[in-house]
Structure formats: structure tokens, C-alpha cells
């Protein structure tokens, strides 16, 4: 018989903060997952601040749903978000299916693909930023970073997190593709390679930041001394 | 001023509020947004150090005497510049006003700049409103917020042709600093309300103001640095910076540091307290103790000197806003000078090493 819990929390662990690039279940946003022995789950999120954008907002719930009402054995998914100013509307647009547009009747004129589509290439700089720089401290030069295929860099989690994000957004990654490559998809040439890494490093120092900020927040504002305020 | 192992630093905090968000002045039926909104603020206030920190209900209103003490008395501050942050729709009387601000004028003119604010999307009555407001209090700044609601907008760009037309008003006026918050905000929706590049392009149609981008754009730093490398009248304004990471996370403030350094420059970053999120004096003295550490990763970053510290707690927001700065105090800065902008870098020939 199947772990269906296990299941349920692993494919939760498939979604992403979109500007973060993290898994909502490391970043603490998953306050609770509980699930009947008929197959209905039910998930409760939450995030760091009451204001944190509708629209990442909202593609969270919305991942979370479709990641859940996909396991084998869930009967039915209910996915809801706390504490945020938009609650109301991103739980129940989720809940009827009716996209981000028809959430926010007249407030929103754009579904999230674009959004989805920044923070992917994002990500996918930052990544190259991450498997770079064990290279860069070896002592390879700008020729030699240039030259580099995905096939020479060893596997690792981040390594299939880079070729996802590719992947997701048709940029080159299989195995023949350069690891430095410009946003269109080029490869980076090796007199542009010392400012490509810079650039890819700040990406990264970017998301890191906002990331390590988030997790501050939602740390005072689930303390128990904001529960004892409230 | 405040001085430290015989060294002496003007300190301009360029970003700080005197807010009301007393439960007085919550907008009935909408306490929920006035709670949510400050409550938010004292999340980022409990970044600061622990001995700091004020409790919940003291800090939903500070008095005029807590700013005394807190800006001038114990913060070490010189000059400091309010910005309006306005809010009608959840604080009756607004959350932080132009008026507001100014009654502490009455009490502490010599030290304080009172910023204005401008909206396009309220046409002629704005644009008069903006005369006014110049006329009464010299405004030589404003701080916009693109993504605030009005009616049934959602927000605007700054090259929208109405705000065009209003920045132009605003330099006409004699006004020369536009502060413009990109960052955590209110109402972002399918707007992306982090967008710089409307900054972009307003700053190379409006070579003679200068555009300070608060809180440099964060969570977006990226975007902002790649845009102001190539815009000499582009500033970093550092609050939050300091204020949020220097104490919480201060491995990524040195990153984003050196960051800056590299990108925008010691001339273009300007010191921000962001009062009363956080109180100015822990920024101030931590930033002058403040080194990059030794680590590898952090070596090709530029380091902070004396010099530099001087410039951005205060030497740089008092050029832009032509602060007197005593002569013993004074060092040169390229702040509000016409420069080229980094050419090196946009044109992909960087001297950074990989």
C-alpha cells in the first residue's frame, strides 16, 4: 500500500516560489497537510508577510492544487492560503479553477505565464552562477569557461535544476549545451564571460537575499510573541 | 554628526517617515489592510537588533519626542529627509503626509527636508496641488509610489505621457531628486510593480533630475544594478538595506554591498534609516564599524574605506539636496554630476575577473 501522506508531501515539495526558486516546503510556507483516510487532502499555506504579491501568491496556491489533485489516490484537494490580504480571492479563484484573471475580476488583465517565464530565466542565471564558480576557483580561465558543455559539469541537484528551468522556458540543455549561455539562448563568448559571471552572480545574490529575508519574516511573524499580539 | 576613532561623518538619512498608524486612525472596514500594513513593517523592525526593538503598540504612532530623541539626540543624525507615504484608503488621516511631516518643521526646520509626492493620474488639480505644495514647503524632492491604487488604476510607469508631463512640471519647480519606490509594496497584481525600466527611460529624458531608486529595487536588485550602470542619474537608496540585512542576514548585506559598490558606485548610494522601521543610530554606527569580510567569496568585491562610509551616510544625499556640510567634513563626490555612465560594462568589457 502507498505512503499516501509521503506522496502528498513529495509532490508538494514539486512547488516552487517563483521568485525564490525554492520548494514551498523547505521555505516553512506548508503550516499544515493532512489527509483522510478516504483520500481528501487538505493543505493550509501561509507566507511571510500579509502583502506578499497576489500574483506569486496565487501561482503557489494554484501549483500546490494541480501538484496534490495529480497524486494517485487523492480523492479531492483543497488548498488554501492564510493571513494574506487577498485570501479570499486566490482561495476561492483556485478552488473554481477560474485562473488568476478570473480571481481578480477587473483588478487583473494578464494570466501569470509571463511571470512564470521572468522568474524561470532568472533562476536559470543564477544557476550558472552556482555551477561556475567551483571552475572559476580551480583556475579556469575565460576561454576555457566558455568552452563548457553540461556534460562536463558534475551531476548534482543543482545541475538537474538547471537543465528544468531550461528546459521549461526552450533554452538549450542537454548535454551538448554550453553552461554559459545569454538570456536568448547563445553562447556566451570569452571575452563577455568575466561580466556574464557577474551578472549571474548578482541574479543569484538577488534571489538569495530575498529569500533569506522571507524566511526572517515568516520567522517573527509565526513567533510566539506575534500569536500572543493577534 | 558622529564621530568615531577621530573620524567625523555628516549623516544625511535621506529616508525616514513620522507615521500614524494608531487604531485611531484606521479606516472603518478596512482595519484588516491598516493592521496587515503595519504589522507587515514591524515584521521587517523585528530585523533589527533585539535591544531596539519597540513594543507593538508604542510603535504604531511614535511621539515627537521619540523622533527627537531618536533622530538627532541618540542617531547621530544631521540632516533627514521625510518621505510621504499616504495610505488614505486605510488611515483616515493618511499614514505619513506631507502635512504630517511638515508639522515637525515647526520644530526642527534647520534639520529637515519635507519631500511632496505627485500622482499623474490626478491630472490639473495634482499639478496644481504640486505648485502649492512647492510654494509652501521648497520641495526639492518628491517620492512616488508607481504602483499605488487610485480609483480604478492599478498603478502606473513612470513614462506614462501624464507623469511625463508632471515631471516635467516637478523640474520646472526646481525640483531635482525623484525618489521612487521599487520594491515590497502594496498592490502589485498582474502590474509587474517592481519594473525599473520605466526609470530607465525617464532618466535619460530627464538628464536633470535625479532618480533615486529606494530600497534599490529589492527583490529585483538585479534589475536595478543592470539599469543603473548605464544611467549616470541613477542613485541607490539604501534603506531597508542596512535597516533589514545588516543585523538579520549580514552575509547577503555584504554580498549586496559589494554589489552596489561594483555596479552603482560609492558616489550614487545614499544612506536610508527608514525611520521608524528601524532607528538610525545601530545603522549608522554598525555601517562605520562595518568592514567586507575576508572570506573568498567576497574578494572581488570593492572594499568600503573611510572615504567612502563619509560619502554615502551623508556626503552624497547632501549634494543632491544642497545640504551645508561644514568645511572640515567635506570630501569630493561625484554625486549630482554628469558622468559616463559605465561604459565598460554595458559594452561587455568589464575589468572584473571571472
Known amino acids: 500500500m502507498s505512503d499516501l501522506p509521503a506522496e502528498v508531501w513529495r509532490a508538494l515539495g514539486t512547488v516552487l516560489d517563483p521568485e525564490l526558486d525554492e520548494p514551498i516546503t523547505d521555505l516553512d510556507f506548508v503550516e499544515s497537510c493532512t489527509v483522510s483516510p478516504s483520500g481528501e487532502v487538505s493543505v493550509g499555506l501561509r507566507l511571510p508577510t500579509f502583502f506578499c504579491a497576489p500574483n506569486f501568491s496565487f501561482l503557489m496556491v494554484a501549483d500546490a492544487y494541480d501538484a496534490v489533485a495529480a497524486v494517485p489516490g487523492v480523492t479531492r484537494a483543497l488548498v488554501t492560503l492564510a493571513d494574506h490580504h487577498a485570501s479570499d480571492e486566490i482561495n476561492g479563484g483556485v478552488a473554481a479553477h477560474s485562473g488568476f484573471v478570473g480571481s481578480f475580476e477587473g483588478e487583473a488583465v494578464a494570466e501569470l505565464d509571463e511571470l512564470r517565464h521572468t522568474f524561470l530565466s532568472k533562476a536559470a542565471l543564477a544557476g550558472q552562477d552556482r555551477l561556475a564558480r567551483p571552475f572559476v576557483e580551480e583556475g579556469l580561465g575565460p576561454d576555457d569557461l566558455a568552452d563548457l558543455t553540461l556534460a562536463e559539469v558534475p551531476d548534482s541537484m543543482e545541475l538537474r535544476r538547471l537543465r528544468d528551468r531550461r528546459c521549461a522556458i526552450g533554452l538549450p540543455y542537454t548535454d551538448d549545451a554550453p553552461l554559459l549561455i545569454h538570456g536568448d539562448g547563445t553562447r556566451v563568448e570569452a571575452a563577455q564571460v568575466p561580466l556574464h559571471l557577474r551578472r549571474a552572480r548578482l541574479q543569484r545574490v538577488g534571489i538569495e537575499t530575498t529569500a533569506s529575508t522571507g524566511k526572517s519574516l515568516l520567522k517573527v511573524r509565526y513567533s510566539e510573541e506575534a500569536k500572543a499580539r493577534a | ?354
Open chain 2, 1 to 354: 554628526m558622529y564621530e568615531k576613532d577621530g573620524e567625523k561623518y555628516f549623516v544625511v538619512d535621506s529616508h525616514s517617515h513620522f507615521w500614524d498608524a494608531s487604531k485611531e486612525n484606521w479606516v472603518e472596514g478596512k482595519e484588516q489592510f491598516a493592521k496587515g500594513w503595519i504589522d507587515c513593517f514591524y515584521g521587517y523592525h523585528q530585523l533589527g537588533p533585539p535591544e531596539t526593538h519597540w513594543d507593538w503598540d508604542h510603535y504604531l504612532k511614535p511621539s515627537p519626542e521619540d523622533f527627537e530623541r531618536d533622530m538627532f539626540v541618540e542617531g547621530h543624525v544631521d540632516y533627514a529627509i521625510f518621505q510621504s507615504t499616504y495610505l488614505k484608503e486605510w488611515y483616515k488621516d493618511g499614514f505619513n503626509t506631507v502635512d504630517q511631516n511638515a508639522a515637525l518643521l515647526e520644530r526642527w526646520g534647520d534639520k529637515l527636508i519635507v519631500n511632496g509626492r505627485f500622482d499623474p493620474r490626478e491630472g490639473d488639480a495634482g499639478l496644481r496641488q504640486l505648485e502649492a505644495d512647492v510654494e509652501k514647503y521648497k520641495h526639492k524632492g518628491v517620492k512616488l509610489y508607481t504602483a499605488e491604487w487610485n480609483g480604478a488604476s492599478r498603478g502606473y510607469k513612470l513614462t506614462d505621457p501624464e507623469c511625463y508631463e508632471f515631471l516635467a512640471a516637478a523640474q520646472e519647480l526646481g525640483i531635482k531628486n525623484i525618489h521612487v519606490h521599487k520594491g515590497p509594496t502594496i498592490w502589485p497584481l498582474d502590474k509587474d510593480a517592481f519594473d525599473v525600466a520605466d526609470v530607465d527611460h525617464a532618466a535619460t529624458d530627464f538628464q536633470g533630475l535625479n532618480f533615486i531608486v529606494e530600497h534599490v529595487g529589492l527583490p529585483r536588485i538585479e534589475d536595478f544594478c543592470f539599469m543603473a550602470v548605464q544611467e549616470p542619474n541613477v542613485y541607490a537608496g539604501l534603506s531597508v538595506v542596512v535597516g533589514g540585512l545588516m543585523h538579520a542576514r549580514p552575509k547577503f548585506f555584504a554580498k549586496v554591498m559589494g554589489e552596489l559598490l561594483f555596479w552603482v558606485g560609492e558616489d550614487k548610494m545614499l544612506f536610508g534609516g527608514d525611520y521608524n522601521i528601524w532607528v538610525p543610530k545601530w545603522q549608522v554606527e554598525g555601517l562605520v564599524d562595518w568592514q567586507m569580510p575576508d572570506d573568498d567569496q567576497f574578494s572581488d568585491y570593492p572594499r568600503l574605506t573611510t572615504a567612502s562610509k563619509k560619502k554615502i551616510l551623508g556626503l552624497n544625499a547632501a549634494k543632491l539636496y544642497d545640504i551645508p556640510v561644514p568645511q572640515e567634513l567635506q570630501l569630493p563626490t561625484s554625486a549630482d554630476e554628469t558622468m559616463a555612465p559605465g561604459e565598460e560594462l554595458v559594452e561587455d568589457r568589464a575589468g572584473a575577473q571571472a
